[in-house]
């Protein structure tokens, strides 16, 4: 069973570690938000930070 983005999810992933590798770990989260963007869209990606979506609670 092939599951549907698999090879996005993967991409993703892969890339997540290899920031958290290179950087380690302590700093905030925003480091490492600025530099998995950065590393998402040297590998081709279309990464939007922070997008504001819409979330419904309780109806």
């Known amino acids: ?3 549907l983005h ?5 991409l993703i992933l892969k890339t ?3 920031v958290y590798n290179e950087l380690g770990f ?3 989260e925003k480091v490492y938000q600025n530099a998995l963007l950065i590393e ?3 590998k081709g990606l279309e990464a939007t930070p922070n997008k ?3 979330v419904f609670y309780k109806g």
Do not use: C, P, V
């Not at 698999?6 to 993967?10: A, E, K």
């Open 1 to 3: 069973m092939h599951l």
């Open 6 to 10: 698999q090879d996005l999810t993967s």
């Open 16 to 18: 997540f570690y290899e």
């Open 26 to 28: 302590g700093f905030l």
């Open 40 to 42: 998402l869209r040297k």
């Open 52 to 54: 504001k979506i819409k």
